[in-house]
């Protein structure tokens, strides 16, 4: 018997010890929420009232605050959107709700706040979201404005309710050109990582 | 005709189109799943109230939050005004945006750069 609770403590506290690392981890990234799951629009209303009010916390400039929003907003849609997620728990319906799966981290430093989004794409829809990022990524601010403009007119909203603005809303937004990268699952699919900065110094225009 | 008034939720806008009132108003955030559902209703109005709308309409946009998928349906109610307003009955927008919310005073000038509407600016 005794042995018998000793093993299964051990084999807790192999656990525990992950946990522990991993809050060990989070706080010296300063990682203020990290995510892994479904993202739903329900799951987007709850992160980023959670986020704002963590802001409100620690007396946040509003516009820097409403940056953040933005960005969270933008990169959580897009995931629930676009992932390509064949996953039978994964929604690609307005009428159903969508719900994909994907990875969200929100973290800080003194200088900035940084907004990681994951999801997986399927490989033959990589060149065109990476000539669509470069494009965005190219441009200046009023070659970003004249885009937003010239594609709010011209597109329609999607059937998955986008109207193909995000990304070059989270640049104009943020100053800040976005950081990409693609890691092969397989021969059909790999994993996306997007990843933007917001600046935490006002910048007085 | 019959008013439109929507309730204000966490993630979409409070809708009070009224042409009895005169009042015609869409404040709060906007950022739904389904944008075109959520915006049937206000074009379904806007065509009702082509029909004979008053001869002077101030519509008032006092966004906190949109999303860009909202960014482009507001574009398009803008339109459908800029037509009621072309077939002879006057229809302006007043724009009211947060003091400090640059980012929001700067969309509204964005949309009177693209419609033909008289847009005033107000900070609150």
């Not at chain 1, 051990?10 to 656990?15: L, P, R, T, V, W």
């Not at chain 1, 329609?156 to 193909?164: E, L, P, R, V």
Request: aromatic content about 10%; glycine content about 6%; proline content about 2%.
């Amino acid at each position: 018997m005794g042995t018998q609770l000793n093993s299964t403590s051990e084999g807790k506290s192999e656990y525990m010890k992950f946990v522990m690392n991993f809050h060990k981890m989070m706080v010296e990234k300063r990682l203020t929420l990290v995510y892994e799951g479904e993202v739903t629009q329900d799951i987007t209303k709850a992160f980023t009232s959670m986020t704002e009010k963590n802001l409100d916390k620690i007396e946040e400039d509003g516009r820097i605050k409403k940056k953040v929003y933005h960005v969270m907003v933008e990169c959580l849609q897009n995931i629930a959107k676009h992932a390509d997620d064949d996953t039978d728990t994964a929604s690609d319906k307005l009428s159903d709700g969508l719900s994909k799966s994907g990875i969200f981290v929100v973290g800080s430093d003194d200088d900035e706040y940084f907004i990681t989004s994951g999801n997986s794409i399927l490989n033959e829809n990589i060149p065109a979201l990476k000539d669509l990022i470069n494009n965005v990524n190219s441009l200046d601010k009023d070659g970003l404005k004249e885009l937003y403009k010239f594609k709010m007119k011209e597109n329609a909203i999607s059937d998955k309710g986008g109207a193909g603005l995000g990304f070059i809303d989270i640049v104009r937004k943020t100053g800040n050109s976005l950081e990409y990268y693609f890691e092969p699952i397989d021969a059909k699919s790999s994993f996306f990582i997007l990843k933007s900065r917001i600046s935490r110094k006002i910048v007085e225009e | 005709m019959e008013a439109l008034i929507i309730n204000k939720t966490d993630d979409t806008p409070a809708i009070h189109f009224d042409q009895a009132s005169g009042k015609f108003e869409l404040s709060g955030k906007s950022l739904p799943e389904d944008v075109s559902t959520f915006y049937a209703p206000v074009f379904s109005w806007i065509s009702e109230y082509a029909k004979s709308p008053n001869p002077e309409s101030v519509f008032v946009f006092k966004m906190v939050y949109f999303n860009t998928a909202s960014s482009k349906i507001i574009l398009d109610i803008l339109l459908r005004l800029e037509e009621i307003h072309n077939a002879g009955k006057s229809i302006s927008i007043q724009w009211a945006f947060d003091s400090d919310d640059e980012d929001m005073k700067e969309a509204g000038e964005e949309y009177s750069e693209i419609v033909e509407l008289a847009f005033k600016f107000v900070e609150i």
